[in-house]
């Protein structure tokens, strides 16, 4: 699968490597993500693991961002390439932390005595990806309108393993001074490379003369490739919402 997916995206930078570069743009943008995994097991997993699982496991919020450059492929498409760094993840939650309970076989136990109430610890689990997306849009709306329009974005990343560790955070206690630990998580064993398809809006303003707009972009992020190679296998998914700037050189202006 990875290597047919490896393929398939290179085919398509192809593609648009031999298309002329009409009406050029430069996108930057940062992007706000909430990210989530789907979860299967190397060896099956008991009913008991996948329940105490979902139960445990939530969103995590986090930072990406992108730099863009796009063309038009048509009179209303586009094709867009470039680099996005992609912050993905998932929080496991664990409550209800006692006297000489163990935190995490990397940390040790809970020695705290001086809080009371629900002591609890959020372990973020972070795949940080630099990727090389590959994005097709098509004008939906806008058409009678001078400074808005409105975009159906989709297509597909490839995407290398930048850094993954788990950061843990303490909540109503701490554990040797300290509140907040990062572990490497080498039982994870997180894959080198994975891969996405995005599917998303895009809605352009312009803001400044006849080339500079702001653009809001939500995406889904949808895994094709698993994040890793442990006995617990993380699909990673996410919403996120890019917000940037977009210059377009006035093509009056060209050469």
């Keep these: 699968m990875k290597h047919k997916f490896i393929l398939i995206f290179c085919l398509l930078t192809g593609l648009a490597a031999e298309a002329q570069f009409k009406e050029p743009s430069y996108s930057f943008a940062v992007v706000p993500t909430l990210g989530n995994r789907l979860i299967s097991f190397k060896s099956g997993g008991s009913a008991y693991v996948k329940d105490s699982l ?3 496991d939530g969103w995590r919020d986090a930072i990406g961002a992108s730099v863009i450059f796009g063309f038009k492929s048509g009179k209303t498409s586009r094709i867009f390439i470039g680099f996005q760094f992609h912050n993905f993840g998932f929080t496991r939650k664990k409550e209800n932390i006692r006297f000489k309970d163990t935190i995490h076989p990397d940390i040790g136990i809970m020695n705290d005595l001086s809080q009371t109430g629900n002591n609890y610890v959020d372990f973020n689990y972070r795949y940080m990806y630099l990727a090389v997306p590959f994005l097709m849009s098509k004008q939906i709306s806008g058409k009678n309108m001078k400074s808005s329009t409105l975009h159906l974005l989709f297509g597909g990343s490839l995407a290398g393993l930048v850094k993954h560790d788990i950061k843990a955070q303490f909540h109503g206690f701490s554990a040797f001074g300290k509140k907040e630990f990062k572990l490497e998580d080498k039982e994870s064993q997180p894959g080198l490379l994975n891969g996405n398809l995005h599917i998303g809006l895009r809605l352009e303003n312009l803001v ?32 996120g919402l ?3 700037l977009m210059y377009q050189p006035n093509k009056e202006k060209l050469p």
């Design 242 to 244: 890019e917000v940037g």
């Design 208 to 239: 400044y003369g006849k080339s500079t707009f702001v653009f809001v972009q939500p995406t889904v992020y949808v895994p094709i490739l698993g994040a890793n190679y442990g006995e617990q296998r993380h699909h990673l998914f996410a919403l």
């Design 54 to 56: 979902k139960k445990a």
